[in-house]
T-cell receptor, first 115, second 118 residues
Framework: DQQVKQNSPSLSVQEGRISILNCDYT??????FLWYKKYPAEGPTFLISISSIKDKNEDGRFTVFLNKSAKHLSLHIVPSQPGDSAVYFCAASAVSGAGSYQLTFGKGTKLSVIP | DTEVTQTPKHLVMGMTNKKSLKCEQH?????MYWYKQKAKKPPELMFV???????INESVPSRFSPECPNSSLLNLHLHALQPEDSALYLC?????????????????FGPGTRLLVL
């Protein structure tokens, strides 16, 4: 059962335009959400996060929106740049039975920004 | 500084070898994690250490043995691996392993060790 879903495996966007990456989740216990960017053969790089008590968080070109009632979040990148081309993972966090926080990842969306 | 370092960067080993992966962070984080990632898949959690104690073992085979010598270091000892264990092994750390506010649970990842088992 996939608790975090990224339904678009890939997305192509023209340089300078907005990139919108989407993520849906099913577990109501998730209380913290993160976006990571990953290049091939490298570790994921933390981009931006949002707590479940907020509906928007902005950091430079990156904005994350959370719609708790729809169990949906999205990452907006504007303007998109060729260097943004990477795989983007959505992740959600909840306290496990052992008392530790665990991240559950989506399968990722490969973003290609075309010059 | 949000740096997590991992050594070695690449490792090739035979099925009878014993090797170790190392991870280090100096951010004062008290939770450390091992993940395994196969190509075109998300990272899969293997182990969680919280305050140097193993708190989660996601049913990982015993040929993988984690060790946390102190709050800055995390090792993964490998023995008698199978070719299907070939993957990118990622270490991560977070401020604390539980009981904090959301932002303290942000996990920062190292660059990974690319492991090939022959």
């Amino acid at each position: 059962d996939q608790q975090v879903k990224q339904n678009s495996p890939s997305l192509s966007v023209q340089e300078g335009r907005i990139s919108i990456l989407n993520c849906d989740y099913t577990n109501s216990m998730f209380d913290y959400f993160l976006w990571y960017k990953k290049y091939p053969a490298e570790g994921p790089t933390f981009l931006i996060s949002i707590s479940s008590i907020k509906d928007k968080n902005e950091d430079g070109r990156f904005t994350v929106f959370l719609n708790k009632s729809a169990k949906h979040l999205s990452l907006h990148i504007v303007p998109s740049q060729p260097g943004d081309s990477a795989v983007y993972f959505c992740a959600a966090s909840a306290v496990s039975g052992a008392g530790s926080y665990q991240l559950t990842f989506g399968k990722g969306t490969k973003l290609s920004v075309i010059p | 500084d949000t740096e997590v370092t991992q050594t070695p960067k690449h490792l090739v080993m035979g099925m009878t070898n014993k090797k170790s992966l190392k991870c280090e962070q100096h951010m004062g984080h008290r939770a450390m994690y091992w993940y395994k990632q196969k190509a075109k898949k998300p990272p899969e959690l293997m182990f969680v250490y919280s305050y140097e104690k193993l708190s989660i073992n996601e049913s990982v085979p015993s040929r993988f043995s984690p060790e946390c010598p102190n709050s800055s270091l995390l090792n993964l000892h490998l023995h008698a691996l199978q070719p299907e264990d070939s993957a990118l092994y990622l270490c991560a750390s977070s401020h604390r392993g539980g009981g904090g506010v959301g932002s303290s649970e942000t996990q920062y990842f190292g660059p990974g060790t690319r492991l090939l088992v022959l």
